[in-house]
């Protein structure tokens, strides 16, 4: 495709953070590549690609990757030009293992999107955990190993690690998970809270949705170019109409997974099938997951399947780390910034050397045990790992934030006598997601500063007093919305700010002046976004039955963001934004209550919205609290 790299980053990301970046030909001095076709149990074969150390006088584990983008490079004279999760198990010496998942360019049978988990009764009872069994099955068996296998991946990858530790190979002693796709129409990826990432979606399908015929060492397609005719996403979408318009438009019918999510407005059995939670349960493995509280895809997924393991696996050795990462961040070298946010230090290198890859040294070669705890989080704000025998953290106190009138936010416990304010969400003009001119999604945009969105009129804002003492936030947030809509349907966005003090210092930039010196990135009054969700109003009661609203009638809508590990610094306030459009983020609701993936220009319509407030039913938010 050619298009600029954001608007394909769900996939560059998920591969590129997975690239070490060590010395030319390091790869081909001290491993040697082969090339075979593992047989399943159903006869399908998939194909992959071994690199095994030169040095043969003792054996080794195996680090394995089942990933649907590409083994490349294809051709056992090509090799990769880094191996491993980071560059420290290259240089250590492991089997690495690399295989291409079912349906996906070079091997063998049917692809499916998120491959639902199965019951396994007989040979033709196959799924990403069957396939999992199955390959490491033949690695131990054909290869000079020591036993053990360790499984890895990030994102799509994530996905096929987390279901290759279900009814897991015994080999199998160590698995890790990052940020995995878990549940596609609940808070992964494409959807959240019923609500279509239409951007990130539509630019992944863009790619990597096209229908494959025969195996290839070619992806997409050559004759699959995608010409969207301008750099600027919000007027793109904007343009194109409703998401079955946009599929007939460029897909016509042949993207088989965007077709799906037409077809699939609701929670019904298409993607509840698609949810590997429920089945992460008596897990044998060791677990190590791994997460973003930037990350722009998946955040749910690493705290979800972490919540799982809680439930359903508690005899698991299990732990979880959560960064101040964008997707796949953690892999990337030299991380210490996102946007105009600086961690104080090197974080994905704190992260490979004292937590991963200790992690499975222990597991796969004996080294000592590093006893990390259960979690192993990043505080933002404050800048420090902490780590906690529970997430969220057993010491966090329920504390309620209220709206109150003249935009106040307040941390008194007394709820605030009722009061409300309107205004006029337009279909036409959507709150944009980002003040930036991007085709697809910015990584940066979940720490962008919000005085963009602010100054519109269809945004209301709600800020504390500048706080007297540092506030420490960890664990969910829920928010509690009381609203009427003159509509019969409306999204409704809630997004948890970080207000600077005007006297903030600055912030040196990347960029260099016409002198060479490092440009001042001025910090003084920024709305950093720390947090963001949507909820698509008709799901406020049940993903599975969409409900209209009443016009006018004030009504409950609850619903919780991902979690947050943050101290609000003193000085600094605490902001809340709500909204009834993010766009093109989120694709636009037409404020009727219609299916739509297929609205129609008719249906897109002004409404008057409405937020209430007082009384112990009013809007507020609850959060969790550290001291």
């Known amino acids: 495709m050619h298009l600029k790299p954001s608007f394909f980053a769900a996939s560059t990301l998920a591969l590129l953070a997975q690239?070490?970046?060590?010395?030319?030909?390091?790869?081909?001095?001290?491993?040697?590549?082969?090339?075979?076709?593992?047989?399943?149990?159903?006869?399908?074969?998939?194909?992959?690609?071994?690199?095994?150390?030169?040095?043969?006088?003792?054996?080794?584990?195996?680090?394995?990757?089942?990933?649907?983008?590409?083994?490349?490079?294809?051709?056992?004279?090509?090799?990769?030009?880094?191996?491993?999760?980071?560059?420290?198990?290259?240089?250590?010496?492991?089997?690495?293992?690399?295989?291409?998942?079912?349906?996906?360019?070079?091997?063998?049978?049917?692809?499916?999107?998120?491959?639902?988990?199965?019951?396994?009764?007989?040979?033709?009872?196959?799924?990403?955990?069957?396939?999992?069994?199955?390959?490491?099955?033949?690695?131990?068996?054909?290869?000079?190993?020591?036993?053990?296998?360790?499984?890895?991946?990030?994102?799509?990858?994530?996905?096929?690690?987390?279901?290759?530790?279900?009814?897991?190979?015994?080999a199998l002693v160590a698995v890790s998970p990052q940020a995995p796709v878990t549940d596609i129409f609940v808070g992964d990826d494409d959807h959240h809270n019923g609500a279509l990432f239409l951007s990130q979606a539509f630019g992944f399908q863009t790619f990597f949705g096209w229908p494959r015929p025969a195996p290839t060492q070619v992806w997409p397609p050559k004759d699959r170019i995608f010409d969207p005719g301008t750099a600027d996403g919000y007027r793109f979408f904007l343009r194109n109409g409703s998401p079955e318009d946009l599929g007939k438009k460029f897909f016509k019918g042949q993207v088989k997974s965007w077709s799906d999510v037409i077809a699939h407005p609701n929670l019904d059995e298409y993607w509840k099938s698609r949810n590997l939670r429920p089945h992460l349960k008596d897990i044998r493995t060791a677990v190590l997951t791994v997460g973003g509280f930037f990350d722009d895809e998946d955040p749910f997924g690493p705290l979800q399947v972490s919540l799982a393991l809680d439930r359903n696996s508690p005899r698991t050795e299990r732990h979880l780390v959560m960064g101040p990462w964008f997707h796949g961040g953690w892999a990337a070298p030299g991380y210490h910034r996102l946007g105009n946010v600086d961690f104080g230090s090197d974080v994905s290198k704190h992260f490979q050397e004292t937590i991963e890859f200790p992690f499975f040294m222990h597991h796969l070669k004996g080294a000592p045990d590093p006893h990390l705890p259960k979690a192993m989080v990043f505080e933002t704000g404050a800048n420090r790992w902490e780590s906690y025998d529970a997430w969220p953290p057993k010491e966090t106190k329920a504390m309620t934030l209220f709206f109150r009138e003249g935009g106040a936010l307040s941390l008194d416990s007394a709820a605030p006598s009722h009061g409300s304010e309107s205004w006029i969400s337009d279909p036409a003009r959507p709150v944009p997601y980002t003040q930036d001119i991007e085709l697809g999604v910015s990584k940066e945009y979940v720490v962008e500063d919000q005085r963009f969105a602010s100054r519109r009129p269809d945004v209301v804002v709600f800020q504390t007093d500048p706080l007297i003492e540092d506030l420490r936030l960890a664990g969910p947030i829920t928010a509690h919305l009381k609203v009427s809509t003159s509509g019969t349907d409306s999204d409704w966005i809630v997004k948890v700010i970080d207000v600077y003090p005007d006297n903030a210092p600055d912030l040196e930039s990347q960029e260099k002046n016409e002198k060479g010196e490092p440009e001042k990135i001025k910090l003084g009054g920024a709305q950093q976004l720390l947090r963001a969700e949507v909820m698509r109003g008709k799901f406020r009661n049940s993903l599975e039955r969409p409900e209209p609203f009443e016009p006018g009638q004030p009504t409950h809508v609850s619903f919780s963001l991902n979690d947050v590990c943050h101290t609000f610094k003193a000085g600094h306030r605490l902001m809340v934004q709500v909204q009834c459009s993010w766009f093109p983020l989120v694709d636009r609701n037409p404020q009727a209550f219609v299916d739509i993936g297929r609205a129609k220009p008719s249906d897109y319509r002004k409404a008057t919205q409405k937020l209430y407030w007082g009384g112990k039913d009013g809007s507020r938010l609850e959060v969790g609290v550290l001291k």
């Open 19 to 170: 690239v070490p970046a060590p010395a030319p030909n390091y790869v081909q001095d001290h491993y040697t590549k082969r090339e075979v076709l593992i047989p399943m149990r159903d006869g399908v074969k998939l194909f992959t690609s071994i690199y095994t150390p030169k040095d043969t006088s003792k054996t080794y584990p195996v680090m394995l990757q089942r990933t649907p983008y590409s083994v490349a490079p294809y051709g056992p004279e090509r090799f990769k030009r880094g191996l491993g999760p980071s560059k420290l198990f290259m240089q250590e010496g492991f089997i690495f293992v690399y295989q291409d998942v079912r349906g996906r360019m070079m091997s063998e049978g049917t692809f499916l999107e998120v491959t639902p988990q199965r019951v396994h009764k007989g040979a033709r009872d196959v799924d990403e955990s069957t396939d999992a069994f199955d390959t490491v099955d033949w690695l131990v068996k054909h290869l000079p190993t020591n036993g053990k296998v360790g499984l890895w991946g990030i994102s799509y990858p994530g996905f096929y690690a987390a279901a290759g530790m279900i009814d897991a190979h015994p």
